[in-house]
C-alpha cells in the first residue's frame, strides 16, 4: 500500500462555500436521508467487493501452495472425530481463517490407508476413534488395516471417550490406550423408538397410515404409541447379527473368549480400569503421554535428543510429526503400483442422504445436511455419461430412501446410462427403499455384510385436522362440482371409501417396485414380493435371498469396475467423484446467491411450533440417536407435504 501520515502537514482553514452553493429553500429537506441511504448502500457494496476481493485472492494463493511436504519418520494420523463420511462438505472459509479442515471422506481414508503401507516414510498409524462411523464402513476400515499391519509399521489408538462404535475402529491396533478418567460404553446394542401419535391426539390431529406390507412401518411414528410386532422383529433380527459381527471382531482382534466378553458386556461396563483389567485396552496414558510413546517407538533411546540452534535455544532434534489423511494424499505419496491409462477412468457418484426431488440449495459457509436430490443425481449421471475417458460409474448409495417420483426419475436415468457404460451399485451403511430402488436399475449391486437394505415397500401417512378444528371451534364450508373434490381434504374425516381408494394408490405403487425388482433380479413376482413386504435385511441377508450380487464394500466395487472394462486388478485407476470438487472461492460465490442456509434446528422449531430459542437449548439435551430420528420422521412429514406415497426405511435407531 501507498498510505502515508498526513498528520505533521499544516493545512489552510477551509473557506466558505460560495453562496450558491448554500441551501437558499428553507422547504423540506427530504433528499437528505435518501442520500444518506444510498451512500450507505455503496459503502455497503465497496466493502463487500473488497472482501470478496481479498478471499479471492486468499483462496488463489491457497490453491496455487505447493504440495504438502511429508518428511521421514511421519505417522499418517486417522481422526476420526468427524465420522468418516461418504464424500465431504467444504467450507471454504475454513483454511482462509485458520479453522480446522473438514472430516476426511471415507474413500480417501482407504486410499490413504493403503499409500502409507508402502511409503518410506510414513512409521504407522495413530487412530483416534470416533462414535460415529456406521459399523459397514468401520468393517472395511478395519480390513484396510489388517492390510496395512503386513507392512511390519505400527497401529495405535487412543479413546478418551466412546462407545462399542469408537472401540470397533481401533480394535485393529497394536495398542489401545485410554486416560485413567477415560470412559468406554461397552452395555451392548440397543435402540428406542420415538411415536408422536398421543402428541398429535392432543392437537385433534390423526394419521391415517398405509404401509405395504407388513414390515412397512415408517409411518409408525405418527400412527402408533409403540412398535409393531413385524417392526420389533426384523430390529431385533438386524441387532443381534450387528451385536454378534461386533463380538466376533473384538473376541478375534484382542484373543479373547467370546462367551466371556459377552458376559463381560451383558454387565454393563464404563471405566477404563474395567477396560484395562479385562484384556480391552492396554494402557493408560494421556494424549501426551500417548504422543511421547509413539515418539519411543520411532526414534528409541534418541527420542529426547535436542540441540541448540541458531538463536541459542534447545529444542528437540527428533520430533513426532503427524499428518492427516487430507494433506498426506496432497503429497502424492509414492506407489509401486502401475497405473491404468488415464482414458480408462472410474467415475463414482456419491447419493447421500434422504431422497427427494430438485436441486440441492447447500449452506453458502459449508456443512448441513446430507441429501439425495433427484436434478443432481441425473446431472452427475449425464456428466459421466458423455465423458468419454470415464469407461465405467459406481453409484455409491447411502439412503434411507424417500419420495417415489424422485426416486422414479433417478431409475430412469441410471437405465438410460448403463446402455452406455456399465452402472454399479455400491451399498454403504443403508441403501433401503428408495436407496434400493436405485441400486435395483444398475447392472450389479454390491452390499456390504452389514448394510441395511431392501423395505422394498410403500409408505402413506396423511394427516387428518379435523378434530383440531372441532376443538377450535373453527368451521369449514365448501362448495363442489363432483362427489370427489374434496378427496383426502384433511379438514374432514377420510370416509372409508377414502380409504380404499387410498389404499389402491398405494398398493399400485407398491406392485410397480416389486415387479421392477423382480424384473431387474431375475425372479417371478410372487418371489420377490415374499422377500419384500417393506422388510429390511442386512447385506448378508439380502444376498442370501438374491436381492444383491456382491459382498463387500467399496474397494469390492472398484475390483469389479476394473474387471468390466479390462483393467489389471493391480493398477491403480485415476477416479473421477461427483458432485466434483470446485474452486472453494467459486463454491463460495455460487451458494451465496442461493437462499439461506435451512439450518436444522431453526427448521425444526419451525416445523414443530416453537420458539427456536427454547427449542435450541432443550434439543442440545437429547440423545444423539433420539435427534438422529426426529430429524428423519419430520424430514417425511415435509416430504409427505409434497407427496403422498414415499419409499423410505422405517425410522430405526441403530448402533453405528
Known amino acids: 500500500m501507498n498510505d502515508f501520515d498526513q498528520s505533521d502537514q499544516q493545512r489552510p482553514p477551509m473557506p466558505p462555500p460560495p ?51 511429508v518428511t521421514e519418520n511421519t505417522v499418517l494420523y486417522l481422526d476420526l472425530a468427524s465420522g468418516v463420511p461418504e464424500y465431504t462438505k467444504e467450507n471454504p472459509f475454513e483454511e482462509a481463517f485458520g479453522g480446522k479442515s473438514s472430516a476426511s471422506s471415507f474413500f480417501d481414508v482407504l486410499n490413504a490407508i493403503s499409500r502409507a503401507s508402502e511409503d518410506d ?19 472395511e476400515i478395519n480390513e484396510a488395516l489388517r492390510e496395512f499391519k503386513e507392512s511390519g509399521k505400527f497401529i495405535y489408538s487412543f479413546i478418551e471417550a466412546g462407545n462399542e462404535s469408537a472401540y470397533l475402529s481401533a ?13 468406554l460404553e461397552m452395555n451392548g446394542y440397543g435402540s428406542n423408538g420415538v411415536f408422536f401419535k398421543g402428541l398429535m391426539k392432543k392437537f385433534g390431529v390423526e394419521f391415517t397410515t398405509i404401509g405395504f406390507e407388513d414390515f412397512k412401518s415408517a409411518g409408525e411414528s405418527f400412527s402408533r404409541n409403540s412398535y409393531s410386532d413385524s417392526a420389533k422383529y426384523q430390529l431385533r433380527v438386524m441387532l443381534n447379527h450387528m451385536y454378534d459381527t461386533f463380538l466376533d471382531e473384538v473376541s478375534t482382534s484382542r484373543d479373547l473368549n467370546k462367551d466371556d466378553l459377552r458376559a463381560f458386556i451383558d454387565e454393563g461396563h464404563y471405566v477404563a480400569t474395567d477396560m484395562m483389567d479385562f484384556g480391552l485396552i492396554d494402557g493408560h496414558f494421556t494424549e501426551s503421554e500417548m504422543k511421547l510413546f509413539m515418539k519411543k517407538q520411532i526414534f528409541g533411546d534418541d527420542y529426547d535428543a535436542t540441540e541448540v540452534n541458531d538463536q541459542g535455544k534447545r529444542t528437540d532434534v527428533n520430533k ?32 447421500t442422504g434422504p431422497i427427494s426431488s430438485g436441486h440441492s440449495d447447500s449452506n453458502p459457509f459449508g456443512g448441513g445436511d446430507y441429501e439425495v436430490k433427484s436434478g443432481d443425481i441425473v446431472k452427475y449421471l449425464k456428466k459421466a455419461r458423455e465423458d468419454d475417458d470415464i469407461k465405467a460409474i459406481i453409484l455409491r448409495i447411502d439412503s434411507p430412501g424417500g419420495s417415489v417420483i424422485a426416486s422414479d426419475e433417478m431409475w430412469v436415468e441410471i437405465q438410460k446410462t448403463r446402455k452406455v457404460k456399465p452402472v454399479i451399485a455400491s451399498m454403504s451403511s443403508v441403501a433401503a427403499s428408495g436407496g434400493y430402488y436405485m441400486a435395483m436399475a444398475c447392472d450389479e449391486i454390491i452390499a456390504h455384510p452389514n448394510t441395511i437394505t431392501g423395505s422394498i415397500g410403500v409408505i402413506l401417512s396423511i394427516p387428518n385436522l379435523s378434530g383440531m378444528m372441532d376443538k377450535l371451534d373453527v ?16 379438514l374432514y374425516p377420510f370416509s372409508n371409501k377414502d380409504k380404499e381408494k387410498l389404499k389402491q394408490f398405494a398398493g399400485d405403487i407398491y406392485q410397480r417396485f416389486v415387479q421392477k425388482v423382480a424384473d431387474s433380479r431375475g425372479m417371478t413376482y410372487e418371489e420377490t414380493r415374499s422377500k419384500a413386504k417393506g422388510r429390511v435385511w442386512l447385506g448378508i441377508d439380502a444376498y442370501d435371498q438374491g436381492l444383491v450380487d456382491e459382498l463387500g464394500g467399496l474397494g469390492k466395487a472398484l475390483q469389479i469396475a476394473k474387471k468390466k472394462i479390462d483393467i489389471d486388478p493391480d493398477k491403480l485407476v485415476y477416479i473421477k467423484r461427483y458432485p466434483e470438487k470446485v474452486d472453494s ?9 442461493n437462499k439461506d442456509s435451512d439450518d436444522v434446528k431453526l427448521d425444526l422449531a419451525k416445523e414443530l411450533g416453537m420458539d427456536p430459542v427454547s427449542f435450541a437449548t432443550n434439543w442440545e439435551m437429547l440423545p444423539i440417536e433420539l435427534r438422529k430420528q426426529i430429524r428423519y420422521s419430520i424430514e417425511l412429514a415435509k416430504m409427505g407435504q409434497q407427496e403422498k406415497a414415499l419409499v423410505a426405511m422405517p425410522g430405526l435407531i441403530l448402533p453405528n
Do not use: C
Open 320 to 351: 513426532l510429526r503427524l499428518v492427516k489423511v487430507g494433506k498426506y494424499l496432497r503429497s502424492n505419496p509414492p506407489s509401486s503400483k502401475e497405473v491404468a491409462e488415464e482414458d480408462k477412468q472410474i467415475g463414482i457418484i456419491y447419493a
Open 585 to 593: 472461492f467459486e463454491e463460495f460465490i455460487n451458494k451465496l446467491v
Open 19 to 69: 453562496q450558491y452553493y448554500r441551501q437558499q429553500n428553507s422547504g423540506s429537506k427530504w433528499w437528505i436521508p435518501i442520500v444518506i441511504i444510498l451512500g450507505a448502500i455503496g459503502l455497503f457494496i465497496a466493502v463487500i467487493f473488497g472482501v470478496i476481493a481479498y478471499l479471492g485472492s486468499e483462496f488463489q494463493n491457497m490453491a496455487s501452495e505447493p504440495q504438502t511436504k
Open 171 to 183: 480394535i485393529t491396533s497394536d495398542s489401545i490406550f485410554m486416560p485413567v478418567e477415560g470412559m
Open 121 to 139: 516414510r510414513i512409521k504407522g498409524i495413530y487412530i483416534k476413534p470416533s462414535l460415529s462411523v456406521p459399523m459397514a464402513r468401520a468393517v
Open 475 to 490: 368451521g369449514v364450508d365448501t362448495v363442489n362440482t363432483s362427489n370427489s373434490a374434496q378427496f383426502l381434504n384433511g
